[in-house]
């Protein structure tokens, strides 16, 4: 059965550094999301990927964050200087037409901040 | 407006029994009402959709009850399982200015199933 995989499944970094978050989508999949889950709360939507740009985004997805789709395969989340605040779980997910269509959700990275 | 409130926080229930949950919200452009299960260290998992077109869905001992008017769902897990054991989100999403279906999640349920 297709998946969503997420790489690295756990990240430590310092504060004020960049990282990167890798998705593959499932492969004949449309639509691309990153939701965000800090321990012990609910997830929250962070952005929404469609033709190649933006298509939402929410008031979390600061200028920190961009996101990309550099090859046809991989789905990416960049954090340009880390905060401690930024630590929490992020999913990336994907669905094949967007609205009432199940959205299929990877295993997540952790991304711890220190 | 964005919130979609979720109760109760936490849950057990005795083997075979009824589970559930119970969700509000106040935007009425949702359309689209979807409830994932979570697994610890695991991602979401979608467990059932509705939309409010329809009152009720029901797959295996999974059951949506929607109510519009009160602006209200929840889900009934019918013979609970240890299996069931997890954490439940409902969420809720609207196709509304191009909205490309991100979902608004509840808070969650930890359901606890004893054997």
């Known amino acids: 059965e297709p998946e969503v995989t997420q790489t690295p499944s756990h990240q430590v970094t310092q504060m004020g550094q960049e990282v990167i978050l890798r998705c593959v989508p499932i492969s004949n999949h449309l639509y691309f999301y990153w939701y965000r889950q800090i321990l012990g709360q609910k997830v929250e939507f962070l952005v929404s990927?469609?033709?190649?740009?933006?298509?939402?985004k929410s008031e979390i997805f600061d200028d920190q964050f961009s996101v990309e789709r550099p090859d046809g395969s991989n789905f990416t989340l960049k954090i340009r200087s880390t905060k401690l605040e930024d630590s929490a779980m992020y999913f990336c997910?994907?669905?094949?037409?967007?609205?009432?269509?199940?959205?299929?959700f990877g295993p997540g990275t952790r991304l711890t901040v220190l | 407006q964005q919130q979609v409130k979720q109760s109760p926080q936490s849950l057990i229930v005795q083997k075979g029994g009824i589970s559930i949950i119970n969700c509000a919200y106040e935007?009425?452009?949702?359309?689209?009402f979807p409830w994932y299960q979570q697994f610890p260290g695991k991602g979401p998992a979608l467990l059932i959709a509705i939309r409010p077109d329809v009152s009720e869905k029901k797959e295996g001992r999974f059951t949506i009850s929607f109510n519009k008017s009160a602006k209200q769902f929840s889900l009934h897990i019918m013979d609970s399982q240890p299996g069931d054991s997890a954490t439940y989100f409902c969420?809720?999403?609207?196709?509304?200015?191009?909205?490309?279906?991100?979902?608004?999640f509840g808070k969650g349920t930890k359901l606890s199933v004893k054997p």
């Open positions: 935007n009425t452009a949702f359309d689209y």
């Open positions: 990927f469609y033709n190649n740009e933006i298509s939402e």
């Open positions: 997910a994907s669905s094949e037409r967007g609205q009432y269509n199940e959205q299929f």
């Open positions: 969420a809720a999403s609207a196709r509304d200015g191009g909205s490309q279906g991100n979902l608004i």
